[in-house]
């Protein structure tokens, strides 16, 4: 038997997620589970990625009290976000994308540099928090102290190993690398106020970085960890963790944002993909994430937050349930929701100034999240199929959102397709098998890929009109 490691930590969460390993099958278990969230401190929205760290070492010594002594570990979380370093230490505690520091800063750049001449060169859809934009509003000074600066993921693994490395998944994301080159931008690096040498050597995942650092050892009681550069940016993770044989299926990754695309091989940067703001994000083993980052459960964890967490999520779509759906049309994707006080005076003021009905009772806010997501799905499943010239036969839905039946069923409703929803857990799959294909037990991904498929029972939800799932295993 061996035992593999993820670490998986998202904007609201972070666990870490055991596999025993034996004879072509694995067993899924959690070892360690921590909340994350951003807090306001020195004029800003931070992480505490110190506490992020940690919890893994936390995590890791529950591992050895389970008796495990030699693991390997990759690490993935959320992308653009970046750390400042200094002699190995941190300047300052990293700023959250969801800080308004980025408001404008769009705009800003544009005025001097065309967006499409930007998005040719790196095929990535415009957000106001890219680390391109980022690094446009960066503390000058603090920039300028700096030798290095980590991506999240990143400067968690050089805290276990002591190496300071990109990994290409999330690197991509920065906005600041050459599709066509492979590698950062020299122009883009000027525009953005930062050096070359402040960057970290790229990487593809499964590339071993190293064994934990002896003074880690020496201090805590873990295992012999190896420690892999997995597909960092979560939903690479993510896209390596669906189930499916077809060649350039179609997903959606269903979290706090919901990630809707194909994997291709070979990236799409058109006037029409950039018209449509999508993205060319790297992914794992010379693929791409050819996708649009529009907003998911978002607006329903702030509605559960709002209402001090009296309702949980299945007990919020039971309510929703018994309401009728599609009885407004709110555009979630629309900044004020970003990051409001109040979701629900949002949501409520929104319907308000727009005539559209007001829902009311939790059931009414959540369906209404649902319907519009729903709708949103549509949408971009339409302008998909037209951006890379295929017909897609079925919806994979990972990530936790693949556990909302209701939503679920309005989506293969609203598309017209069958959805196949699961793992809920695609993102800590998908670091396990870059971290089993990296050690020698797959092959590749595609043989990865076809033991998922055999571990994993996967949840239908047919559209009116059609009775079967079509067989896409080919």
Same mark, same amino acid.
């Given at each position: 038997m061996t035992y593999h490691i993820a670490v998986?930590?998202?904007?609201?969460?972070?666990?870490?997620?055991?596999?025993?390993?034996?004879?072509?099958?694995?067993?899924?278990?959690?070892?360690?589970?921590?909340?994350?969230?951003?807090?306001?401190?020195?004029?800003?929205?931070?992480?505490?990625?110190?506490?992020?760290?940690?919890?893994?070492?936390?995590?890791?010594?529950?591992?050895?009290?389970?008796?495990?002594?030699?693991?390997?570990?990759?690490?993935?979380?959320?992308?653009?976000?970046y750390v400042l370093l200094k002699g190995?230490?941190?300047?300052?505690?990293?700023?959250?994308?969801?800080?308004?520091?980025?408001?404008?800063?769009?705009?800003?750049?544009?005025? $001097?540099?065309? %967006?499409?001449?930007?998005?040719? *060169? =790196?095929?990535?859809?415009?957000? &106001?928090?890219? #680390?391109?934009?980022?690094?446009?509003?960066?503390?000058?000074?603090?920039?300028?102290?700096?030798?290095?600066?980590?991506?999240?993921? $990143?400067?968690? %693994?050089?805290?276990?190993?002591? *190496? =300071?490395?990109?990994?290409?998944? &999330?690197?991509? #994301?920065t906005q600041l690398l050459n599709i066509h080159s492979g590698d950062y931008d020299q122009d883009l690096l000027e525009l953005a106020g930062v050096r070359r040498r402040q960057l970290p050597e790229l990487i593809d995942a499964g590339v071993f970085l190293g064994r934990l650092l002896d003074e880690l050892q020496e201090d805590y009681h873990l295992p012999d960890v190896s420690v892999y550069a997995v597909a960092s940016h979560d939903t690479a993770s993510a896209v390596v963790g669906v189930p499916s044989l077809d060649k350039g299926f179609a997903f959606i990754s269903s979290g706090t944002w919901s990630l809707i695309g194909a994997e291709v091989h070979e990236p799409i940067v058109t006037k029409e993909s950039y018209h449509a703001n999508y993205t060319n994000e790297w992914g794992a083993y010379h693929t791409y994430r050819f996708l649009k980052n529009i907003t998911g459960m978002w607006a329903v964890q702030e509605i559960a937050r709002c209402l001090d967490y009296k309702y949980s999520y299945a007990k919020m779509a039971e309510e929703a349930a018994s309401v009728k759906p599609f009885e407004q049309y709110v555009d979630l994707n629309d900044e004020r929701f970003t990051n409001p006080e109040n979701m629900i005076l949002e949501i409520q003021s929104y319907c308000r100034e727009?005539?559209?009905?007001?829902?009311?009772?939790?059931?009414?806010?959540?369906m209404c999240v649902y319907s519009n997501l729903a709708l949103i799905y549509a949408e971009e499943w339409q302008r998909l199929e037209s951006l890379t010239g295929k017909k897609y036969e079925v919806l994979h839905i990972v990530g936790g959102g693949s556990n909302v039946a209701l939503l679920n069923q309005l989506t293969a409703d609203a598309i017209g397709k069958p959805v196949l929803a699961g793992p809920s857990e695609a993102t800590a799959?998908?670091?396990?098998?870059?971290?089993?294909?990296?050690?020698?037990?797959?092959?590749?991904?595609?043989?990865?890929?076809?033991?998922?498929?055999?571990?994993?029972?996967?949840?239908?939800?047919?559209?009116?009109?059609?009775?079967?799932?079509?067989?896409?295993?080919?």
């Open positions: 998986d930590i998202g904007a609201s969460s972070g666990r870490l997620i055991l596999a025993d390993f034996e004879k072509n099958k694995w067993k899924l278990s959690e070892l360690h589970r921590f909340k994350n969230g951003f807090h306001f401190s020195q004029g800003h929205d931070r992480w505490d990625v110190e506490e992020l760290f940690r919890q893994i070492i936390v995590g890791l010594e529950k591992a050895k009290q389970r008796g495990i002594e030699k693991c390997t570990l990759g690490i993935d979380t959320w992308a653009v976000d190995g230490r941190a300047l300052a505690q990293p700023i959250a994308y969801r800080d308004k520091r980025t408001e404008g800063a769009k705009e800003e750049v544009f005025v $001097d540099t065309p %967006a499409e001449s930007i998005y040719k *060169k =790196t095929g990535i859809q415009f957000l &106001n928090f890219n #680390t391109l934009f980022q690094y446009v509003r960066e503390d000058r000074e603090l920039l300028k102290q700096a030798e290095l600066s980590l991506l999240i993921p $990143d400067y968690l %693994a050089f805290r276990l190993t002591g *190496k =300071t490395v990109a990994e290409k998944t &999330n690197a991509s #994301t727009n005539g559209e009905k007001i829902p009311e009772t939790v059931g009414e806010l959540t799959v998908g670091n396990l098998l870059v971290q089993l294909i990296a050690t020698g037990v797959f092959a590749d991904l595609r043989e990865a890929r076809c033991f998922l498929r055999e571990q994993t029972e996967l949840t239908s939800y047919l559209p009116k009109g059609i009775s079967r799932i079509p067989n896409l295993q080919k």
